[in-house]
T-cell receptor, first 112, second 113 residues
């Protein structure tokens, strides 16, 4: 079945370093969403990308959607302790069901 | 305040004892769904509902039931829970299935002994 692979599963960074997580779909997506889940919390919507090649920024976060609408990335510049959590991508299928297919998440850990 | 609520937040039960996890949203959303979250597996959809009296299976529906008698409520029913249903459960809602963000409830951590 259709999958969205997300890597890496974990990333340890020193505070101030950059962080990137990548999502790759086996098929073309209608759009892709990104969510953040703080430890002990629930997923919270960050952004939705719809257009081929789209790039959106939210302060230190940069989101990209690939030209083929099969891959996406989230890049955080100069991580802060408030960035700790797990970041999920969720790609929406192109068919009539519009089902969301979730990546397994990337856990961002800030080294003390 | 716009929100999705779930109850209970934590539940420990025994194999075979029927239970219901409630979910309610106050945003007049059409679409509601249930997910389970297990380490390394991300979020997997159990059931979803596109509107009142319209429900359908997600990716992992076995052992679960749902109902949507009112727009705001979408309870998850485990008729005969088993240990492999020990998980963290999230209810989510959105205005429409095909677009827009999903709003998640705070989660229900279920342990089946």
């Amino acid at each position: 079945g259709q999958q969205v692979m997300q890597i890496p599963q974990y990333q340890h960074v020193q505070e101030g370093e950059d962080f990137t997580t990548y999502c790759n779909s086996s098929t073309t997506l209608s759009n892709i969403q990104w969510y953040k889940q703080r430890p002990g919390g629930h997923p919270v919507f960050l952004i939705q990308l719809v257009k081929s090649g789209e790039v959106k920024k939210q302060k230190r976060l940069t989101f990209q959607f690939g030209e083929a609408k099969k891959n996406s990335s989230l890049h955080i510049t100069a991580t802060q302790t408030t960035d700790v959590g797990t970041y999920f991508c969720a790609g929406r299928k192109m068919d009539s069901n519009y089902q969301l297919i979730w990546g397994a998440g990337t856990k961002l850990i800030i080294k003390p | 305040e716009a929100q999705v609520t779930q109850n209970p937040r934590y539940l420990i039960t025994v194999t075979g004892k029927k239970l219901t996890v409630t979910c309610s949203q106050n945003m007049n959303h059409e679409y509601m769904s249930w997910y389970r979250q297990d380490p390394g597996l991300g979020l997997r959809q159990i059931y979803y509902s596109m509107n009142v009296e319209v429900t359908d299976k997600g990716d992992v529906p076995e052992g679960y039931k749902v109902s949507r008698k009112e727009k705001r409520n979408f309870p998850l029913i485990l008729e005969s829970p088993s240990p492999n249903q020990t998980s963290l459960y999230f209810c989510a809602s959105s205005f429409h299935r095909g677009s827009g963000e999903q709003f998640f409830g705070p989660g229900t951590r279920l342990t089946v002994l």
